[in-house]
């Protein structure tokens, strides 16, 4: 990574830092109505003891094996399956890939793609966005 990298890579963090700060995901569930995450075996071991039924149970009721990475995961249907009422029943165990979303703490340029493709799930990505536009004074060259 080249230095400019690291240096929006450092402002996507600190935005990102500010605006989660006042955005409660717990209250939001947006990314889990319309993506899934992505599980491991181990993730499932989690989930399945924190549920208290089996591995076995936890993948026939709940998920599906990936077709591009065989023994990963993912859950069968959207929304998820582990959210009710909006909120997720298995949130002291989820996956990683719900943990670290919306996935722009590094290596923004190289995911720059799927940021934008969050940008009408997840309004801490709106958020750091349009602060990302003002900052790099985006607007200017618009048009």
């Known amino acids: 990574m080249d230095k400019d990298e690291s240096d929006i890579d450092a402002v996507v963090r600190h935005l990102q830092t500010q605006v989660t700060k006042l955005i409660d995901c717990t209250k939001c569930a947006?990314?889990?109505?319309?993506?899934g995450p992505r599980l491991s075996k181990p993730e499932i071991k989690a989930?399945?003891?924190?549920l208290g039924i089996t591995q076995k149970?936890?993948?026939a009721h709940y998920l599906?094996?990936?077709?591009?990475?065989a023994g990963e995961y993912m859950v069968a249907r959207i929304p998820c399956p582990f959210l009710k009422k909006d909120r997720c029943v298995i949130y002291d165990v989820r996956p990683q890939s719900c943990r670290s979303y919306p996935n722009i703490r590094t290596e923004f340029i190289k995911r720059i793609v799927g940021f934008v493709g969050n940008y009408p799930v997840?309004?801490?990505?709106v958020n750091v966005y349009d602060q990302l536009k003002t900052k790099f004074k985006f607007n200017e060259f618009v048009q």
């Open 30 to 35: 947006n990314c889990c109505k319309e993506m």
């Open 64 to 69: 599906k094996e990936r077709k591009d990475k």
């Open 57 to 59: 149970k936890v993948i």
């Open 122 to 125: 997840c309004p801490i990505v």
């Open 47 to 50: 989930i399945a003891g924190y």
